[in-house]
């Protein structure tokens, strides 16, 4: 969507639910068709960076969708440091899904924010290590109903580099 395809889709339970539905499969390689793409602009609507972030910090609820391990301090990815932003709010990204891999209703959803102190008319930013977690769930939230919701996607990778952090 940011790069201007307006017809991007995310499957609710990943490639089971392709199979399930009888989504053809196979373990042959896929032929590949070059495609001639042009990106005129990214729409940032829904992004922040890291000096945006630090100069309004205060004015916005931190979600922390990594793994609590990662939460209090694990550095497993290459990170500068283990941590957290500080005051993050952790809402593990895992805790989005049921066990089948489909996503918790709206209403699970917003329960599970909000029971962290998120309300919809919050400022939001959601935040991992390099942006992927929390980019989901920012679509998430967005799809929810709350009505502020930005990914940090430089993350904490950025972050951990170059601020400080707590465990």
């Known amino acids: 969507i940011a790069a201007g395809f307006p017809n991007v889709k995310m499957v609710n339970g990943g490639y089971d639910a392709l199979v399930a539905v009888g989504a053809p499969t196979t373990t042959d390689a896929a032929a590949?068709?070059?495609?001639?793409?042009?990106?005129?602009?990214?729409?940032?609507?829904?992004?922040?960076?890291?000096?945006s972030l630090v100069t309004d910090y205060a004015g916005f609820k931190v979600v922390d969708v990594r793994s609590q391990k990662e939460y209090d301090g694990a550095a497993d990815y290459g990170e500068a440091k283990g941590g957290h932003l500080p005051g993050a709010i952790l809402v593990q990204f895992t805790d989005l899904f049921r066990a089948d891999g489909t996503l918790k209703s709206n209403d699970e959803i917003t329960a599970m924010f909000e029971a962290a102190g998120v309300s919809k008319t919050d400022k939001v930013v959601t935040y991992c290590t390099k942006g992927i977690r929390s980019a989901y769930a920012q679509l998430i939230l967005e799809m929810c109903g709350?009505?502020?919701?930005?990914?940090?996607?430089?993350?904490y990778y950025r972050w951990s580099a170059s601020q400080d952090v707590e465990k």
């Open 32 to 51: 590949f068709t070059p495609a001639e793409v042009t990106i005129s602009k990214i729409d940032a609507t829904h992004v922040i960076n890291t000096d």
């Open 146 to 155: 709350f009505e502020t919701t930005l990914n940090y996607d430089e993350s």
